[in-house]
């Protein structure tokens, strides 16, 4: 099998080449509706299991 050499100094690297500059990407990834959805549920599933805890605790067992 043969080796194929290139000359180095004809080539252009990463950085010499002429790439015409694009417009930055800056949009977030996930929406902003999303995230607050997200907290609301996570805000959600801490608190009613703990406040149903408390309120069936206090309501129906007598609340020792």
């Known amino acids: 099998m ?3 050499r290139r000359i180095i100094n004809a080539e252009k690297t990463v950085l010499d ?4 500059p694009k417009q930055s ?12 959805k997200l ?3 996570t805000f959600a ?3 009613c299991p703990i406040g ?3 309120l ?3 309501k129906l067992y ?3």
Do not use: H, W
Request: cysteine-free.
């Open 39 to 41: 907290l609301g549920f």
């Open 17 to 20: 080449k002429d790439d015409q």
């Open 2 to 4: 043969a080796t194929q």
């Open 52 to 54: 149903m805890y408390f």
């Open 25 to 36: 990407n800056i949009t977030p990834a996930v929406p902003a509706s999303v995230i607050m």
């Open 62 to 64: 007598g609340g020792e």
């Open 56 to 58: 069936t605790r206090d």
């Open 45 to 47: 599933m801490v608190t």
